[in-house]
């Protein structure tokens, strides 16, 4: 009876043992399981961070463009205003020219000769009108100038909170 006894305390711990075996072999899938799925995720998360990146990266390569593309066209139409700034200035000036010529010409005749035209003379010279720079001329570049400028500030804040976003998720 004795022999009985112990044999059935051996077969209990025997059957405790194997229960507890499967436990930790069941464990031991699920571990493998969670880690296999934990694996598959980040591979998917990499992926998306790369795609992701790569979509941002190219946004901002052609916005980077753009502006790029905007400034060089400022530069071109400055450049064209200038010229059409300096046809002006010198179609003045050889306007004004070709009057103090007429002027100092009248001014070296005799007396009697100067006052037979004086009164040509004086009206062609009030009717030529002031010249007046034409500063409106730049006007457009300008602001497309401090359009452009009024970027870099607000990239700058953007990129710092992306920073910081992305920075106190990580």
Known sequence: EAFQEYQIKVEDCLKAQKDQKEKIAAYKRDTEETVQEMLDLIEKVKKNVVVEF????????????????KLEETEKDIMARKEK???MHMEEMRSLDHLIQEIEE???QPASKLLQDIGSMLKKYQAKETYENPVDLFLEP???IWDCSDTIPLLKNAIKKFRDTLESGL
């Not at 790569?54 to 593309?69: A, D, H, N, V």
């Open 142 to 144: 300008k602001w497309t």
């Open 85 to 87: 700034g300096v046809a």
């Open 54 to 69: 790569r979509e941002l990266q190219l946004w901002l390569e052609g916005q980077e463009k753009l502006l790029l593309t």
């Open 106 to 108: 009248k001014h070296q």
